[in-house]
Structure formats: C-alpha cells, structure tokens
T-cell receptor, first 114, second 112 residues
Framework: DTGVSQDPRHKITKRGQNVTFRCDPISEHNRLYWYRQTLGQGPEFLTYFQNEAQLEKSRLLSDRFSAERPKGSFSTLEIQRTEQGDSAMYLC????????????FGQGTRLTVV | SQKIEQNSEALNIQEGKTATLTCNYTNYSPAYLQWYRQDPGRGPVFLLLIRENEKEKRKERLKVTFDTTLKQSLFHITASQPADSATYLCALDGDNFNKFYFGSGTKLNVKP
C-alpha cells in the first residue's frame, strides 16, 4: 500500500455541473476525512467517516456537498451545481483507530470551476 | 469557536540556522497538537505530534514544545537546509478525534 490515493488530481468544470472525487485510504485505516484548502489557508474540515458511518459534517458545508464511504473502504465526495467559490484543493486523509494518531493525506484533487 | 494563529508572513533564514515557527490558539484545550509540512500542490505530511502532558518532543533536527498555559506551540528546525523550505501547518485535535483544526501555515524559506 503506497498511501492515500485521490482521483482525479485535477478537474476543470463549468459552473453548474456536478463533480465527483474519489479517495482510497490506507487499507487498514478506518477513519477517513475530507478537507478543503484554498490558497494561503490551512485545510478546512468538511466531513469525517468512521468505517462506513459519516459521524461528523461541517456546519459550513453546503447541501450541495455529499460524501459516501460504502463498505468502509473508498470514499467519494460529490459537489452538485458547482459554483466558482467551490474552486479549491480537496484533500482526503485517513488514520487508524485510536487516539493520538496523525492523519495521512492524499495529494488532493484540484478543482477549478469556470 | 477555537482560533489557531500562525505567522502569515514568510520566515526567511540562512542555511545552517535554526528556524522557529509559532502556533497560538484560543478558546480551546486540545488533547494534542501536530505539525505538518506541505509543499506546493501536495497534501500535508505529518512531522510530529505532542500531547498536552508533554512539554517537548524531538525527532532528528526537529523539536516541538507545547505550553498549555500560554496556549502556544513552538516548532524548531535546527541546522536548516534549503530542502526544509515549505509551508508548515499546526493542527489541533477536534472533539473525540473526529477532526483536526489547522492553522493557515507559515512559509519557511531557507537560503543557501
């Protein structure tokens, strides 16, 4: 296992279109996180899964955003009716069960909405 | 709500010197704090973790301190090298380890 994998690395879409990103975490990790990062800012939390259960979702997250993690393995993040303000780097991270553990991040998906 | 502050100005130092980066936080009592390195266009990479009951942690040329009274962490890179040039992020744990809160990062430039 080479780490957390995200696909695609880059996505350009027209405003109003739907996009879906995929994240494959480290296989033995049951925690999975999605973050969004804009230029000059730190990663901003979007949502958290423990196995297949989505346990937390940011209150700042629009209803246009939805995430799934079927069977507790890979995860998808979908953005419906994209807006220019959605342009950002979308980062996925995973970590093993237990407290005091670090997060392992993927390389991210760079979304540009034109 | 919690607030994490890192110096938004870039830190420029000469090769061989010690770089010291600061992370301050308010309205929160984290169980632990982490430091990550991020290169342009890439995801953050974990460097060090320090718990609330630890004062200092070291790993090779890296050292982290954690002062829960001052609500501050200092991150030191000794004998800095140009390859250390990157953005460094501090992160605090969220409720029940369900999330991490990140600062905006400090860009370090090490000049040869």
């Amino acid at each position: 296992d080479t780490g957390v994998s995200q696909d695609p690395r880059h996505k350009i879409t027209k405003r109003g279109q739907n996009v879906t990103f995929r994240c494959d975490p480290i296989s033995e990790h049951n925690r999975l996180y999605w973050y969004r990062q804009t230029l000059g800012q730190g990663p901003e939390f979007l949502t958290y899964f423990q196995n297949e259960a989505q346990l937390e979702k940011s209150r700042l997250l629009s209803d246009r955003f939805s995430a799934e993690r079927p069977k507790g393995s890979f995860s998808t993040l979908e953005i419906q009716r994209t807006e220019q303000g959605d342009s950002a780097m979308y980062l996925c991270a995973s970590s093993p069960q237990g407290g005091f553990t670090e997060a392992f991040f993927g390389q991210g998906t760079r979304l540009t909405v034109v | 709500s919690q607030k994490i502050e890192q110096n938004s100005e870039a830190l420029n130092i000469q090769e061989g010197k010690t770089a010291t980066l600061t992370c301050n936080y308010t309205n929160y009592s984290p169980a632990y704090l982490q430091w990550y390195r991020q290169d342009p266009g890439r995801g953050p990479v974990f460097l060090l973790l320090i718990r609330e009951n630890e004062k200092e942690k070291r790993k090779e040329r890296l050292k982290v301190t954690f002062d829960t009274t001052l609500k501050q962490s200092l991150f030191h890179i000794t004998a800095s090298q140009p390859a250390d040039s990157a953005t460094y992020l501090c992160a605090l744990d969220g409720d029940n380890f369900n999330k991490f809160y990140f600062g905006s990062g400090t860009k370090l430039n090490v000049k040869p």
